[in-house]
């Protein structure tokens, strides 16, 4: 069954520190691969994104993920946490032959000051 | 990229009653879908709004109670029928240029049934 795990349901990290938050999927075929990020009361907001281009992609705010194949997995990092950061976030999978997008269950990130 | 008006952004609604969400876009685009997300949890999808056409719907939801409209390529409409509390969420409007595309999201429609 195709899934999209995300590893944490919460993760805090103290401003400045290195943030890093887990997506794995299920799938034998390379999907694309998207972060989301949704402030309290708004829509979400597309990160970043893979489409089979370079498996280091840098997205908006300084986040970057990398696709690891062998690994089906799509990391979100930033080196250095900022507390505008603090928000949801989502990793979502577009499957192959899929119309619409998988959503993992999100991570609320919270960042100590 | 795309820019999304969903309403109303928020709405408390008695039991039993209906509620219609608007989605437009500022331009064409091919897909668009309709979420769902409950007190914190993630999205799932409710169904495909097809222009012209029956919209496609996720397992667990049915048109009598998630009635979607798509008159033409920038608008639809999401129906909440014969609310209960159990309905209360978040719901998204999404679009999508192609399928090879990312996702755009409206703000959101928070309801409340009490």
């Known amino acids: 069954a195709q899934s999209v795990t995300q590893l944490g349901s919460h993760v805090s990290v103290s401003e400045g520190a290195l943030v890093l938050l887990r997506c794995n999927y299920s799938?034998?075929?390379?999907?694309?691969l998207f972060w989301y990020v949704q402030y309290p009361n708004q829509g979400l907001q597309l990160l970043l994104k893979?489409?089979?281009?370079?498996?280091l992609v840098k997205g908006i705010n300084g986040f970057e993920a990398e696709f690891k194949k062998s690994e089906t997995s799509f990391h979100l990092t930033k080196p250095s946490a900022h507390m505008s950061d603090a928000a949801e976030y989502f990793c979502?999978?577009?499957?192959?032959?899929?119309?619409?997008?998988?959503f993992g269950t999100g991570t609320r990130l919270t960042v100590i000051p | 990229s795309a820019v999304i008006s969903q309403k109303p952004s928020r709405d408390i609604c008695q039991r039993g009653t209906s509620l219609t969400i608007q989605c437009q876009v500022d331009s064409q685009v091919t897909m668009m879908f309709w979420y769902r997300q409950q007190p914190g949890q993630s999205l799932t999808l409710i169904a495909t709004?097809?222009?012209?056409?029956?919209?496609?719907?996720e397992s667990g939801f049915v048109i009598d109670k998630f009635p979607i409209s798509r008159p033409n390529l920038t608008f639809s409409t999401l129906t909440v029928s014969n609310m209960s509390p159990e309905d209360s969420s978040i719901y998204l409007c999404?679009?999508?240029?192609?399928?090879?595309?990312?996702?755009?999201f409206g703000q959101g429609t928070r309801l409340t049934v009490v």
């Open positions: 799938s034998s075929v390379p999907p694309y």
């Open positions: 999404s679009v999508e240029r192609d399928q090879n595309t990312e996702a755009f």
């Open positions: 979502a999978v577009r499957f192959l032959g899929a119309n619409n997008l998988f």
């Open positions: 893979y489409t089979s281009a370079a498996t």
């Open positions: 709004a097809n222009q012209g056409s029956e919209a496609t719907y």
